[in-house]
């Protein structure tokens, strides 16, 4: 039978192997396999198929042992990794081991057994819910009217569905109904939630558990994602594989767990970034989702109050060609679900979406950071006792430091980029390949003690307001206190849920961070959010990043005034040299729809996604050279190609450009962008050039060429 095996992308051994069985096993079964001298997990691809009865069975290894404990993986399981390997074009085998828990490699099969014979808690063991119930108290929340046509729509249709809903319009009451609704209508039916990262939206885990744990029972809600133990993974895993889990909650890897009764896929704030992997297979969770909703038959529901270009273009109307069903809550719900309902139900109020303020930094005093407008309106939320929060999108003190005397600068020498300074610690850190040094006391290169930093990062941010701020009080006669959130404060486990709960106890009055802050934290308290400087994206190369500079900018306002007492004060901030930028405007109106159009119509002219399609080759040498030399002959190959001519209509492959940032921990970089207008085309190309991949790696000018891969419908160009 053949057995597919986790071994290295592009090697001779791609596709599955062939063992020998004493028993016919199904496909899907997981079996430990010999592989030279090792014992490898595999999983049984094809039990049968005409090929593998002619292989002469003298020249097969047996099986070592089969897992007959746990039930095959099923079809749809499979369906679905050998869609993911051929689409992002890696093995199949590679994607499938990628997909299991780690520890179930390790495993032999008497210690699965013993695992598997565990008695698993059932939903009878916890107490019947009582009416007193937080569970039932937050079922009694009326919905908006918003939320039930939503609902509705959802009940009605099969969907695919974007549900396009404002930050704090009632997004997560609305999973976790469609959730209960899918999961009442049979006993088995499972729902895979997923969210970008678990640490960002600790909310919405917990309230997925407080309501349907109080029905389903304390194992019917699992998590899974990177965060957790291998033994906890490997709990999560059991527990979907095997159906006792109806909810999985999950980070991107869960759109891989085996869950033989799928009905529901919820993929929340869709557009993030952290979708898509980043290594091995580059998947994005979110259309593999949308795939395997179609595979599984199960309904899919993406969420977001700022959609990705590629959903909010696939949610236009049907008769247009859309194939989302756009369900929208464009208002605020002023009084949110999400408060613990003691008192039973809560009054809905529709919240207003708070007032943008741009400040025309051409007009504000040369070189402030703060502009004086920004910092009375700052000192007014002290003096009331309301919270502000500051963001800025680079950590560390400044970006650089640099020579006054000569023209030397903090360049990392095993990188092409500036390292940064962190003043808390006196160092220069790389944030690419994380070389770190203290701070010369003089120039390197000619003495001079008078090296300074150039630009800001959060630090000094911090370090600025607090000397504005200083002579400011709170209601309470304290002085001002200001806290920074960043990947720096937040290093140590447990720091960021410290500093937050800070945050919500109402002791800190300025809050100041990168864009971590303005992601999914619901800070109950803020009435204002300034972004101090967030221009450069305006401009950058990437055609990507006015998006994301908007999707961000939108969650920021989100965070401001989400208490209903709070709607009518709060505002969002922007410091900006063009106040009048199209993108600005349409945030001034939170029209994310206006914002979408125009993006659209520029993209559609330029023939950039959604109206082409991209894939990526990038590539990793000692030499640059090498590096492009092995992408620019590889794109000349593939002219000779079988079927060349056809294979090349419709693609355009551009020369191979250095990445953006050239040399990372001494290894240079670059890469080739393939485009196509037709997705099949660019697949079909593909997959016919691997091996012409494959081949130029043996080529001279190549040498020094450390590792290649593809990228397909990559995020970031
Ligand atoms: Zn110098
Ligand atoms: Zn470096």
């Not at 795939?291 to 990705?308: D, F, I, M, N, W």
């Not at 989100?558 to 900006?576: F, H, I, K, L, Y």
């Amino acid at each position: 039978m053949a057995v597919l095996l986790h071994t290295p992308a592009y090697s001779q051994v791609a596709g599955a192997l062939t063992y020998l069985s004493a028993q016919p096993l199904p496909a899907g079964t997981l079996v430990r396999v010999p592989l030279g001298q090792r014992e490898l997990l595999g999983v049984v691809w094809d039990s049968a198929s005409p090929e593998l009865t002619a292989l002469d069975p003298a020249k097969l290894r047996p099986i070592a042992a089969a897992l007959l404990d746990l039930p095959p993986l099923g079809t749809h399981w499979r369906a679905l990794i050998t869609f993911a390997a051929a689409y992002y074009q890696r093995s199949a085998g590679e994607v499938a081991l990628a997909a299991l828990p780690p520890q179930l490699r390790d495993l032999t099969s008497v210690q699965l057994a013993r695992r598997l014979s565990r008695p698993a808690r059932r939903p009878a063991a916890t107490p019947p819910a009582t009416p007193r119930d937080l569970d039932v108290a937050i079922e009694d929340v009326a919905l908006t009217a918003e939320q039930q046509r939503a609902i509705g729509q959802f009940n009605a249709n099969p969907g695919p569905f974007l549900l396009f809903g404002a930050t704090g319009s009632g997004k997560t009451e609305v999973f976790m109904r469609c959730t209960a609704e899918l999961l009442a209508q049979s006993e088995h039916s499972q729902a895979l939630v997923m969210v970008p990262e678990i640490n960002l939206t600790p909310q919405l885990e917990e309230r997925f558990k407080a309501r349907f744990c109080a029905r389903y029972g304390i194992d019917a809600v699992v998590s899974m994602h990177s965060g957790m133990t291998p033994a906890q993974r490997l709990k999560s895993w059991l527990a979907a594989h095997q159906g006792s889990a109806r909810i999985v909650l999950g980070t991107r890897m869960a759109v891989f767990a085996s869950m033989p009764q799928l009905q529901l896929i919820v993929v929340d704030e869709e557009h993030d970034p952290s979708y898509k992997s980043h290594e091995g297979a580059r998947y994005s969770a979110r259309d593999l989702a949308v795939y395997r909703g179609r595979l599984e038959g199960a309904k899919v529901l993406l969420g977001s109050a700022t959609p990705s270009l590629e959903s909010w273009h696939h949610s236009r109307p049907a008769l247009e060609g859309g194939r989302y069903q756009r369900l929208e809550m464009p208002s605020r719900v002023g009084s949110s679900a999400a408060l613990p309902a003691a008192a039973g139900s809560l009054p809905m109020v529709a919240g207003a979406l708070p007032l943008v303020r741009r400040v025309d930094m051409n007009h504000q005093p040369k070189g402030c950071v703060i502009s004086p407008p920004l910092l009375a309106a700052i000192g007014e939320r002290i003096a009331r006792g309301e919270q502000s929060m500051v963001f800025l999108n680079r950590r560390g003190y400044a970006p650089v430091l640099s020579c006054n005397a000569c023209d030397w600068k903090s360049t990392c020498p095993h990188c092409s980029a500036y390292r940064v300074f962190h003043k808390i610690d006196r160092t220069l850190r790389c944030h690419h390949c994380g070389f770190t040094e203290r701070v010369p006391r003089a120039c390197p290169d000619c003495g001079n003690l008078d090296i300074a930093p150039v630009g800001r990062g959060t630090e000094r941010l911090e370090e600025q307001l607090a000397q504005l701020l200083a002579e400011l009080r709170r209601p309470d006669g304290r002085p001002v206190n200001i806290v920074r959130i960043d990947a720096d404060s937040t290093r140590f486990k447990g720091a960021l849920e410290a500093q937050l709960s800070q945050v919500h106890s109402g002791e800190v009055d300025v809050l100041v961070g990168t864009q971590m802050i303005a992601k999914g934290h619901d800070f109950r308290r803020i009435t204002l959010v300034a972004a101090v400087n967030p221009d450069s994206a305006l401009f950058s190369s990437d055609f990507r990043a006015p998006e994301r500079l908007f999707g961000l900018l939108m969650q920021a306002a989100g965070r401001a005034g989400r208490d209903a007492g709070n709607t009518s004060r709060s505002e969002m901030w922007v410091q900006t040299f063009h106040p009048t930028h199209p993108l600005f405007e349409a945030l001034k109106r939170h029209d994310f729809p206006a914002f979408a159009q125009s993006q659209l119509v520029e993209r559609e002219q330029a023939g950039m996604p959604p109206f082409s399609f991209q894939a990526l080759v990038r590539a990793e040498a000692r030499t640059q050279e090498a590096a492009q030399a092995f992408l620019n002959l590889a794109a000349q190959a593939s002219a000779h190609m079988m079927d060349a001519a056809q294979l090349l209509t419709h693609i355009t492959l551009y020369p191979a450009v250095p990445m953006s940032i050239a040399r990372i921990a001494n290894i240079e970089r670059a890469q080739l962008l393939i485009e196509s207008p037709s997705r099949t085309a660019l697949q079909r190309f593909l997959h016919a050039w691997q091996t012409v991949l494959h081949a130029s790696r043996s080529q001279p000018e190549c040498k020094g060429l450390l590792r290649w891969a593809i990228d397909v419908d990559p995020l970031i160009i």
